[in-house]
């Protein structure tokens, strides 16, 4: 195996408050390797973005962890990191589920429902840079607070082996990688950006507490999502806008 492989060791924990803190943790304390895999039956305090919370009822679903020094497996920025990561979900899913497209910046839709969501933290020790990605799939719940959520139970009416999902995505992100690896960045950002959720089609969103009609086209290299609205090219940063609904045709 490359050193640039993840999932060459995997660390099953029963229950811990956020596999991304627990990799955090023990990243920093140097014990553990660039690639290990933290999985976590029960997840008691995982987290979203921007601070939400991520409900996932024990033994129903993956949530994991993956440390990563971007430097030794030559990813150049973490822009690229959250590319790689979605698109190795999203080919996960696409496995088992029709109707699957990326959320900008990083979550996992299924008939626009949310299925799966990536939360990428960086950390220095020193002068060297570590990041952890927590990795977040509905797989076998079937009750969600939200009406917006979904699962891969739900999708197909079966239930699901999460360990073998878990050596899917490991497989998937490899791949994804290795696809980096050969082709480059703007490879795996035109990947990235094929699967956006409303692309070209006229989509309503909120900015500054105000509702505007606009058009997505594509991301840039900063992670900025790009909008047509009223003719014109505009760059919105992750949290800035919030979706409302596509408009009826």
Known sequence: MSNTTIGQKIVHLESVDST?????NVFKEGRIDHGTVILADIQTNGRGQRGNTWQSDA???LTMSIAIDPNLCKINNLISLNHIT???LYQLIKKYCQHVKIKWPNDILVNQNKIAGILIESQFSGNKMYSIIG???????TYFESSKSTSLSIETNKNLNIKSLLFEYISFFNESLDEYLKHGEKHVHNLFDQQLWFKGTETQFIFNDKIFNGIIKNTDTNGQIRIEVDGALRLFKNGEIKYIQRLLD
């Open 86 to 88: 979605t698109i190795a």
């Open 59 to 61: 033994f129903e679903n």
């Open 135 to 141: 990795v977040g799939l509905n797989v076998n719940q």
């Open 20 to 24: 991304n803190n627990y990799a955090a």
